[in-house]
């Protein structure tokens, strides 16, 4: 098994114990606290799990495992309460030798002018690093902060941040890392803090083409600079890596990372001993293709395992895509990783085609239909034929399906990504 340092955050794709709940502040309830910290823990383990098996070794957490864990008004010691729990996971997490994180939300801001803001942000750094403390995290484990608002005076809102910095008690201030941001605190600007104060900064590619550097250097030479902010003690030098959405909101995500401009990011990388935290909407998806993609002893059953998750989803989109990816693989000693995936995303990118949702969905009606009971089989073709005429979405066909392939416990069809997208 592959260990590269390319990792994703806070959701699985594709598997369904590792759905995360949430609630509002007038539902919490002691007991509905627990329940949901409880189910999110148990989500969280199967996550947990997931990595392990696919080789995936960097892994950002959510911040709301724990919901309201930072409030003033609430108290519940989740620590004491699910400590076996906890225990069991940060063995794992140890074990396998994943390296976790944290990145507090857009209302964690250090410097804000507002002292009960920074109080508030200061109680939400203190959640954050005692949950990395009860998974035994070491200190490379590391919270993710922006610097926060320029509120009219960038230097003095820098100071801000600096001296709300030096307030916070050590074993946070051990666990922080800053890094530029799209809007208010450029590449530079952050170096200018880190070099004040030592705390590690990570290097975010988007952000810096959306607000870039007065001094123009390079990507590559910002990484480089940014890794001589690392002390031993923090573990690898660490970026953020995406990529924006083709024809989206200026500075959006995308969907999916493409496979080939990410390998000539890689490439031109002048050290590759450092961790990479994809940001992109398809989560673990996006980490596998490019752990894979730059793998240069892949074994082809890595593609047909890809493949199987896949292949109902491309079916649904195009027929000349999924026969010339299956005939590809029948090539079992000469497979070309870029150009599946590149199929995969053309395949992806594609605009519903109803005749081949529906070749689609007869193929795992296929699967599934001997073993479904008579109204389980008249649901599914009236809701077919609903689809076809066009009085039901496809959503609705899809969701039958998935509630058959969950009764019988078809882990092939469980696992497809064809019901995710």
Excluded at 161 to 170: S, Y
Excluded at 179 to 208: C, R, W
Excluded at 395 to 401: D, P, R, S, T, V
């Amino acid at each position: 098994m592959y260990n590269l340092a390319i990792g994703y955050a806070c959701l699985v794709i594709g598997d369904i114990n590792t759905s995360l709940s949430r609630c509002r502040l007038k539902n919490a309830a002691d007991s509905n606290l627990r329940a949901i910290a409880l189910a999110n823990l148990l989500a969280l383990e199967a996550m947990i799990d997931y990595n392990i098996k696919q080789g995936i070794s960097l892994f950002r957490i959510s911040s709301d495992i724990i919901p309201f864990a930072s409030h003033p008004e609430i108290e519940f010691d989740w620590q004491n309460e699910f400590r076996e729990l906890l225990d069991r996971m940060g063995s794992k997490i140890k074990s396998a030798g994943i390296r976790v994180s944290m990145h507090p939300g857009q209302y964690t801001v250090l410097n804000s002018p507002h002292t009960r803001v920074v109080e508030n942000a200061a109680a939400d750094l203190q959640y954050h690093a005692e949950f990395l403390d009860a998974l035994s995290a070491g200190w490379e484990s590391k919270i993710i902060l922006h610097v926060g608002g320029v509120y009219g005076d960038k230097n003095k809102a820098a100071a801000s941040f600096i001296e709300n910095f030096n307030r916070l008690p050590e074993p946070i201030q051990s666990r922080l890392v800053i890094e530029n941001d799209d809007k208010n605190y450029s590449a530079e600007d952050v170096m200018e803090i880190s070099q004040v104060t030592g705390i590690p900064m990570v290097f975010d590619n988007l952000h810096h083409l959306l607000n870039p550097s007065s001094n123009q250097l390079s990507q590559y030479k910002w990484i480089e600079l940014c890794r001589a902010t690392w002390k031993a003690a923090d573990g690898k030098p660490k970026i953020h890596y995406s990529q924006e959405k083709d024809g989206g909101i200026r500075g959006a995500h995308s969907n999916t990372i493409n496979a080939r401009r990410f390998v000539d990011f890689y490439n031109g990388l002048p050290d590759k001993n450092i961790d990479i935290m994809l940001e992109v909407k398809d989560k673990n998806l996006s980490a596998i293709k490019c752990m894979n993609a730059v793998n240069p002893d892949l074994p082809v059953w890595r593609l047909e395992e890809e493949w199987a998750r896949y292949k109902y989803l491309v079916m649904s989109r195009t027929a000349s895509v999924y026969k010339e990816i299956r005939d590809m693989l029948k090539n079992n000693h000469q497979v070309d990783t870029l150009a599946f995936y590149e199929m995969i995303d053309r395949a992806v990118e594609q605009l519903k085609d109803p005749e081949a949702q529906v070749i689609a969905a007869q193929h795992v009606w296929d699967h599934l239909s001997k073993n479904c009971s008579d109204t389980e089989k008249k649901r599914y073709h009236k809701i077919c034929r609903q689809y076809i005429e066009g009085a039901a979405r496809v959503q609705a066909l899809k969701k039958h399906l998935f509630k058959c392939a969950v009764n019988q416990d078809v882990q092939c069809l469980k696992k497809s990504y064809y019901f995710y997208f």
